[in-house]
């Protein structure tokens, strides 16, 4: 049972500090979305890649997130410097021909304190 | 992006089936309507998408109206399983991205 798994599943950190967190797509899939969810603004999509390369990146602050996909079976969103509002739980999905579902992992619930 | 409209929560019993609605009178002619639904502390999961024909498949079954304004998510027998928020989400391609709305959050009582 093919899955996208996310690590790390809970990080609590520090105002200031990086946090890196990482998505592996499943195998064969070439689409990778990054969103964020909150109680106040609920699901965003932060960006997203197809075959490695950001397609669409207009949803993440600019000045502090980037994304990246090093390559085909990882993904990675990261956060620097990390801000008390940045608490949320990022989810990563995935996306693969013949199907068109996304696919989304558990969810990395990060706390900025 | 085109909006959707869904009531903000629906009750159901378990074991009766449920239809949940959705509003997308701006909706253009090369977007597809897509239905997720987020289960209690996990990442949202497809239920089903479709273009101009309903469409069913072993979660559930989506009847879209003649004119492509409004579509209806249709759960056979609700279990309480079936507890979750569901979005109603349009995408101009498939495979591509999806904007959430806030969704409607279906409740099961036994």
């Known amino acids: 049972d093919a899955r996208v798994t996310q690590t790390p599943r809970h990080k609590v950190t520090e105002m200031g500090q990086e946090v890196t967190m990482r998505c592996q797509p499943i195998?064969?899939?070439?689409?990778v979305f990054w969103y964020r969810q909150t109680m106040m603004q609920g699901l965003e999509l932060l960006a997203y890649?197809?075959?490695?390369?950001?397609?669409?990146d207009s949803g993440m602050p600019k000045d502090r997130f980037s994304a990246e996909m090093p390559d085909a079976t990882l993904a990675t969103l990261k956060i620097q410097p990390s801000e008390p509002r940045d608490s949320a739980v990022y989810f990563c999905?995935?996306?693969?021909?013949?199907?068109?579902?996304?696919?989304f992992g558990p969810g990395t619930r990060l706390t900025v304190t | 992006d085109a909006k959707t409209t869904q009531p903000n929560s629906m009750e159901s019993n378990e074991e009766e089936p449920v239809h949940l609605p959705c509003n997308h009178s701006?909706?253009?002619?090369?977007?597809?309507i897509h239905w997720y639904r987020q289960l209690p502390s996990q990442g949202p999961e497809y239920v089903i998408h479709?273009?101009?024909s309903n469409v069913n498949n072993r979660m559930a079954s989506l009847a879209i109206a003649e004119d492509r304004k409004s579509s209806t998510l249709i759960l056979h027998r609700a279990t309480l399983r079936d507890a979750a928020v569901y979005y109603c989400?349009?995408?101009?391609?498939?495979?591509?991205?999806?904007?959430f709305g806030q969704g409607t959050e279906l409740s099961v009582k036994p």
């Open positions: 195998l064969g899939h070439n689409t």
């Open positions: 701006t909706i253009s002619g090369t977007d597809y």
């Open positions: 890649f197809r075959n490695r390369a950001p397609l669409d």
């Open positions: 999905a995935s996306v693969g021909l013949p199907t068109y579902e996304q696919y």
């Open positions: 479709g273009l101009t």
């Open positions: 989400i349009l995408s101009y391609n498939q495979g591509g991205k999806l904007i």
